[in-house]
């Protein structure tokens, strides 16, 4: 069964600083991961897909990386802002076949809050 | 294009009824997944359809329940609801292996 273990559960900092959110997965299995952003209230939105067969992906000031071998992918925020505050998820995807098709395993998310 | 969309926004049911959520994926989308977000957690698979047949189920009662139609909107069913049953109902869809796309969701309170 996939587990997916986010670190740390919150997260505070003030404005400018880059940091890391961590996310593990126990199968190594997987078709691909996604990052997920979530505001308070509200449905996820999608922030970057990484295939199983890529080390990376990036978009803006956002970078995800994957080692599928170990089981971890990081996502890398530079230079945050307050409107970066929100519930950061990531969620794996197994190889496709069988019942789980389609299925996301998801983390419990990390609470990053960015003061000014 | 419009993004997955969800109806109804917010309700409320009493324990025992059964309630009806609606999904309209992305255009284009052929692969409709429920999700039940309870707070403070990451959300849980309940069903995944793809051309109308079901692909995955998750570990959830027979009280839940889902379809989806030949326009590939889906709709999940829930009877006998429970108060543990209060949650926010996710709906996302997706092109084959590709990215996942959630709506806005569907939050349920049962008292």
């Known amino acids: 069964k996939q587990e997916v273990t986010q670190i740390p559960a919150a997260l505070s900092v003030p404005e400018g600083e880059n940091l890391v959110l961590n996310c593990s997965f126990t199968?190594?299995?997987?078709?691909?991961l996604q990052w997920f952003r979530q505001d308070p209230g509200k449905g996820l939105t999608s922030l970057l897909l990484i295939q199983s067969s890529q080390r990376e992906q990036t978009s803006g000031r956002l970078n995800a990386s994957l080692d599928k071998s170990s089981g971890r992918s990081t996502l890398y925020i530079a230079a945050s802002q307050p409107g970066d505050s929100a519930t950061y998820l990531c969620a794996v995807r197994p190889i496709p076949g069988g019942t789980s098709y389609g299925k996301l395993t998801f983390g419990q998310g990390t609470i990053l809050t960015v003061h000014p | 294009d419009a993004g997955v969309t969800q109806s109804p926004t917010h309700l409320i049911k009493t324990r025992g009824q059964q309630v009806t959520l609606r999904c309209s994926p992305i255009?284009?989308?052929?692969?409709v997944s429920w999700y039940q977000q309870v707070l403070g957690q990451g959300p849980q698979f309940i069903f995944q359809?793809?051309?109308?047949?079901?692909?995955g189920r998750g570990n959830f009662p027979d009280r839940f329940s889902a379809r989806q139609f030949p326009n590939y909107s889906s709709e999940l069913n829930v009877n006998a609801l429970l108060l543990g049953d209060s949650a926010l109902y996710l709906c996302?869809?997706?092109?084959?292996?590709?990215?996942?796309?959630f709506g806005e969701g569907s939050w349920l309170t049962v008292v």
């Open positions: 255009s284009g989308h052929k692969s």
């Open positions: 359809y793809y051309e109308k047949e079901e692909r």
């Open positions: 996302a869809s997706s092109s084959s292996g590709n990215t996942i796309y």
């Open positions: 199968d190594s299995a997987i078709y691909n």
